[in-house]
């Protein structure tokens, strides 16, 4: 794989790339603004556009993979960690190419994402063009799907085991047939002849996606703008991942798990959290020199110029939860690969553009391997303020190396946590008011810290409260829905913008495909 910066390339020997000094945005695909009901990669050419306007070079999504229909669906939980999610890929370039003759499906819920219309109309559409696109044997896009099948292998597991799961009314796998559960050989050539034709949609909209990806990020190789992308630490226990490698996962006979991953009681939760993702069986991972983790490292960086890894506590040791339990109040530490699992990414890939979760309770033996890698950590503005905060988050103190944000996906806005403070201890904050409001001083802040990149929710810069926060952890409903209206970024003037970014040196104009 090529290594995706220039600057590094001095130290052929280093794991981590070299940061210049940006700023950027976090703006998840979805809640790009849109005719449609759900934002979308054609949208995501226009952000990027928006973006490069304002001087912010650095664009944070959250995971891309598929997720499984519901109200609001996790992006944190895909059920094909290689694929790309159907939902994103914009219908406008179908419509182009012949392959839609339909209207784009409108979004019946104001300033949120319509799950149900995209699951329904939007995907019956997909399908449709999907399915018109294979039977077409000299459409002008047959050579670049071939292309793409050569190096895309993985489409036709995934696509098969959506058509299983379909076709088994959306049970997870531990609950198909034995023979297809277990994965026998027989089971397995009789589902790929009966499902061809599904499996053959799912490829088709895996190179849907691909295409519109692609050319989304060569439009940011243009601009200078940077994609940073997420990587969940684990993986959905009903996905294909879990089902086509089971060996690697701690699973027992019958698709049943022995543990799950998650985290002890806190401050923050006194029951600990059962997260309900199996836990990997790191002998077995060793063994094949981390191939599995190599290819998902490698596919993540096809599609963004960095990668955020999230809980990396987490591969230095976890937290062991058997399955039997509800919570996370019962477990054990269980020592990760550390640094053998780095070596051998490098050793396949190059140089590292990683950066790391390290936010909470982080050990000794986290914060070595971190610095001895010399990946950036996470650094949050509003975690350095009120009465349990950490020192170590408050602007004067964010180390070069790091990224500071005001706020992220999964907190509530500033202006919801500012908010939420009772007055006195909005008084007893060290926090100046010179300007017209707390989001303002408080991003004013975050750019002005010593931290290579500062990145800013466009929540924040559009100064909202509560109502516009993405997640809220531990809870099931109710997130992911928030999306930003054309008349909102329009809101976020340029010039004040490029002004502050300018007053905080963040303004350089950096070599386009470097950090």
Same mark, same amino acid.
């Not at 299983?164 to 959306?170: A, E, K, M, Q, T």
């Not at 199996?278 to 063994?287: K, N, S």
């Not at 990224?403 to 706020?407: A, L």
């Not at 007055?423 to 926090?431: D, G, H, R």
């Given at each position: 794989m090529a290594i995706l910066n220039s600057d590094a390339d001095a130290n052929k020997h280093a794991r981590a790339v070299v940061f210049k000094r940006r700023a950027g945005c976090v703006l998840h695909i979805t809640a790009l603004p849109g005719d449609g009901p759900v934002g979308d990669l054609t949208g995501a050419i226009a952000f990027a556009s928006w973006m490069h306007e304002r001087g912010l070079t650095v664009w944070q999504i959250l995971p891309t993979g598929p997720c499984h229909d519901g109200p609001s669906p996790s992006p944190y939980s895909s059920w094909s960690d290689l694929? $790309? +999610? !159907?939902? =994103? *890929? $914009?219908?406008? !370039?179908? #419509?182009d190419a012949g392959l839609i003759h339909q209207d784009t499906p409108k979004s019946t819920i104001n300033g949120r994402v319509d799950f149900h219309t995209t699951q329904t109309t939007k995907m019956d559409l997909l399908c449709s063009a999907a399915q018109r696109f294979f039977n077409d044997p000299n459409h002008e896009w047959k050579p670049d799907y071939n292309a793409f099948m050569k190096r895309a292998d993985w489409a036709i597991e995934a696509g =098969?085991?959506?058509a299983? #799961? +379909?076709?088994? +009314? +959306?049970l997870p796998w531990w609950q198909w047939p034995s023979d297809l559960a277990n994965r026998t050989a027989q089971a397995l050539a009789h589902a790929q002849d009966t499902h061809r034709e599904k499996i053959n949609i799912w490829t088709v909209l895996e190179f849907f996606f691909d295409r519109q990806y692609q050319t989304l990020r060569r439009h940011c190789d243009r601009l200078g703008v940077r994609l940073l992308g997420d990587l969940p630490i684990y993986v959905g226990k009903d996905s294909v991942d879990v089902w086509a490698n089971q060996s690697i996962f701690q699973t027992s006979t019958n698709g049943q798990f022995n543990e799950f991953g998650g985290v002890p009681p806190d401050a923050y939760s006194p029951q600990g959290q059962n997260w309900g993702n !199996?836990?990997?069986?790191? !002998? %077995?991972?060793?063994?094949t020199n981390y191939a599995?983790? %190599?290819r998902r490292i490698q596919r993540s960086l096809s599609l963004t110029h960095t990668l955020r890894i999230d809980h990396f506590i987490g591969l230095v040791r976890y937290w062991a939860i058997p399955a039997h339990c509800k919570t996370g109040e019962v477990g054990r530490w269980v020592e990760g690969p550390g640094q053998q699992l780095f070596d051998a990414l490098q050793q396949h890939l190059g140089q590292l553009p990683l950066v790391v979760e390290d936010l909470g309770p982080v050990d000794n033996q986290t914060r070595a391997l971190q610095q001895h890698l010399g990946f950036p950590g996470m650094r949050v503005i509003q975690y350095g303020f009120g009465p349990d905060s950490g020192e170590e988050h408050q602007p004067n103190h964010h180390p070069k190396q790091s *990224?500071?944000? %005001?706020?992220t996906h999964d907190t509530d806005t500033v202006m919801g946590w500012w908010n939420g403070l009772d007055?006195? %201890?909005?008084?007893?904050?060290? *926090?100046p008011q010179g300007k017209t409001d707390i989001a303002s001083e408080l991003i004013s802040m975050t750019l002005d810290s010593k931290a290579d990149w500062a990145i800013v929710p466009i929540q924040d810069w559009l100064g909202l409260g509560t109502q516009a926060r993405f997640n809220v952890p531990g809870t099931t409903s109710g997130n992911w829905l928030w999306r930003v209206t054309f008349k909102q970024l329009n809101d976020i003037r340029t010039a004040p913008v490029r002004d502050v970014l300018i007053q905080t040196n963040r303004m350089q104009p950096p070599k386009v495909g470097s950090p």
């Open positions: 694929s $790309g +999610n !159907p939902w =994103l *890929i $914009g219908l406008q !370039p179908l #419509r =098969l085991f959506w299983l #799961r +379909n076709h088994h +009314n +959306n !199996p836990t990997y069986h790191w !002998p %077995t991972h060793a063994q599995w983790w %190599t *990224i500071s944000y %005001t706020s007055e006195t %201890t909005q008084q007893q904050l060290a *926090i």
